[in-house]
């Protein structure tokens, strides 16, 4: 889907390296074997996994709440930090329901952070079911806008420090009511600084969570008959001459926004046929991306498109991207799977 990487929570993975296990090509199956303790308790295992990239949790974070309140001097609404479902993480998330115009949920924590080592405050937000229209800022003459989706899941929200100010030290955090008018209850988790190091966000991967258009051709977001990573790819013929035919996919959960990228990559399988193919992207203010051409030569195997922010205009954000035919004639099948930000 069309997401933000989460490859670790908070509490620490044990990591066994794919060196300590003799470095195989291939792995059919994991054993978890008792080592002969007799008194041994029963214990849980849960988010088993290959990480090829160092887990999110081992950049720098700072959290401003995460299941426990730092002080708030909040107003102009209802704020609850005990609730227990919905949750992001842990056991609690905070409620907040704005009654009056500008309402905010302010964050004071007892100690100013430092941000040195951070590039982007992080959150993630459960609109409940509601659209809701919010400012978030650090320093009051540098509000970012953010709009929440009438949707039922967490969004993950990234906003750049660079677009707050690029503020020194962060005494506060305001979630502000952006309306000017009450607003339906929403919920917020995991309010926290982050720092890069090579983060991936992935925009699909198997499950597409984003609202698609497709023209000009027969073109399949749950195609088996080829992938790179997964059960799933992208299979797309362009039968109509001179549609331009192609796919764009727009987040329902809100803009990735780009600090600690550089680079959008994905894989292609040309299908035994060279294909001539568009890229572009589109901010959440609508504003489109520079068109960038690329070529994927005939061949049978995965081939790794990169196409540097920088082609692309260095866009603060990423709301929708497309692909899409770029001879104004018909192709045949091929494929495209795991599109993502990339990070140095």
């Known amino acids: 889907g069309f997401v933000g990487s989460e490859m670790c929570k908070r509490d620490p993975p044990i990591p066994v390296t794919l060196a300590q296990l003799g470095n195989p090509t291939e792995i059919a199956r994991l054993n978890f074997q008792d080592r002969g303790d007799p008194d041994s308790n029963t214990f849980y295992l849960d988010e088993i996994r290959i990480v090829g990239t160092v887990c999110e949790e081992e950049k720098p ?8 309140l730092n002080d ?16 992001h993480t842990g056991a609690n998330a905070i409620g907040v329901e704005y009654t009056s115009a500008w309402g905010a949920l302010r964050l004071h924590p007892g100690t100013p952070f430092d941000t040195t080592g951070f590039d982007r405050l ?32 967490w969004v993950r929200v990234e906003v750049p420090l ?13 979630i502000q009511d952006r309306s000017g008018g009450a607003q339906p209850v929403f919920y917020v988790d995991d309010i926290r600084l982050e720092g890069s190091g090579g983060a991936v966000a992935y925009i699909y991967t198997d499950s597409l969570l984003a609202d698609d258009g497709r023209w000009g051709g027969t073109i399949d977001f749950a195609s088996t008959a080829q992938t790179h990573t997964g059960a799933f790819a992208i299979s797309m013929e362009i039968t109509s001459s001179g549609s331009w035919g192609g796919f764009n996919l727009k987040r329902r959960q809100g803009p990735l926004y780009t600090a600690g990228y550089d680079h959008i990559a994905f894989y292609v399988h040309p299908n035994g ?9 589109q901010d959440q203010a609508g504003n489109n991306s520079p068109q960038v051409g690329f070529t994927v030569p005939s061949g049978n195997d ?14 603060a954000n990423i709301m929708r991207i497309t692909i899409q035919d ?6 045949p099948l091929f494929y495209i799977d795991d599109i993502m930000l990339v990070g140095n």
Not at 162 to 168: F, R
Not at 273 to 281: C, P, S, Y
Not at 302 to 312: K, Q, R
Request: glycine share 8%; hydrophobic share 40%.
């Open 122 to 153: 992080v959150f993630y937000a459960h609109p409940n079911g509601s659209a809701h229209q919010l400012n978030v800022y650090i320093l009051e003459a540098h509000k970012v806008a953010v709009d929440l989706p009438a949707s039922n899941e």
């Open 302 to 315: 995965w081939v790794l498109v990169e196409i540097p922010l920088s082609s692309l205009g260095n866009p």
């Open 326 to 331: 770029g001879t104004g004639t018909t192709q």
């Open 273 to 281: 046929n060279a294909h001539q193919l568009l890229f572009q992207t």
């Open 162 to 174: 660079s677009s707050l100010g690029s503020p020194a030290s962060v005494a506060d955090v305001q």
């Open 72 to 87: 708030s001097w909040s107003w102009g609404g209802n704020y609850d930090a005990t609730v227990t479902s919905p949750v």
């Open 61 to 68: 974070v700072a959290y401003f709440y995460s299941d426990g």
